[in-house]
T-cell receptor
Framework: SQTIHQWPATLVQPVGSPLSLECTVE??????LYWYRQAAGRGLQLLFY??????ISSEVPQNLSASRPQDRQFILSSKKLLLSDSGFYLC????????????FGNGTRLTVT | AQTVTQSQPEMSVQEAETVTLSCTYD???????LFWYKQPPSRQMILVIR??????QNATENRFSVNFQKAAKSFSLKISDSQLGDTAMYFCASVNQAGTALIFGKGTTLSVSS
């Protein structure tokens, strides 16, 4: 069966520090992968999605970047965190083109201090 | 830009009652998918129900059903016989114009009390 792992679960980082959140999917190949952010009172905002290795689409210009070094690995990064980067980050996947039922990881709560 | 609008930030209902959560969306596509997701206090995102726009029949999953009005671009969720475990934030979502990702509304926080 397919599973998605996202870590860490909680992270507290100072302003100006780097960030790396990791997400991996097991039990499937060539999934579409997504990063969403949930800020307080703002719903889920799509940040990045990827339809294949090295293919990253950015939905919102910001202080973050994403990479997909392997088929089932998706990484969210920042070189210097801002206070406004605080939020709940969710990784999700679907099994490929034409499939839209997202399967979510457990999320990472990021607090930038 | 494509939008999904949930006009009810918060709702409350008593156990065993029925509640309807509203959602409107904006799309120029003819065939598309719509979703309701639930996020309980654990913050795990759980799929509640899915509707394919080309299907006339409204989707139903046990106590959860939708009222899909394609012309009005409305997609409401009805929860019958509400239970305490239904307490959660509910998100409506539709597929984006490129057909590559889901766009979510801002959510409705539902509280079910005894």
């Amino acid at each position: 069966s397919q599973t998605i792992h996202q870590w860490p679960a909680t992270l507290v980082q100072p302003v100006g520090s780097p960030l790396s959140l990791e997400c991996t999917v097991e039990g499937t190949s060539n999934p579409n992968l997504y990063w969403y952010r949930q800020a307080a009172g703002r719903g889920l905002q799509l940040l990045f999605y990827s339809v294949g290795i090295g293919q990253i689409s950015s939905e919102v210009p910001q202080n973050l970047s994403a990479s997909r070094p392997q088929d089932r690995q998706f990484i969210l990064s920042s070189k210097k965190l801002l206070l406004s980067d605080s939020g709940f980050y969710l990784c999700a996947w679907v099994p490929g083109q034409g499939a839209f039922t997202l399967h979510f990881g457990n999320g990472t709560r990021l607090t930038v201090t | 830009a494509q939008t999904v609008t949930q006009s009810q930030p918060e709702m409350s209902v008593q156990e065993a009652e029925t509640v309807t959560l509203s959602c409107t969306y904006d799309t120029s596509e003819n065939n598309y998918y719509l979703f309701w997701y639930k996020q309980p206090p654990s913050r795990q995102m759980i799929l509640v129900i899915r509707q394919e726009a080309y299907k006339q029949q409204n989707a139903t999953e046990n106590r959860f059903s939708v009222n899909f009005q394609k012309a009005a671009k409305s997609f409401s969720l009805k929860i019958s016989d509400s239970q305490l475990g239904d307490t959660a934030m509910y998100f409506c979502a539709s597929v984006n114009q490129a057909g590559t990702a889901l766009i979510f509304g801002k959510g409705t926080t539902l509280s079910v009390s005894s």
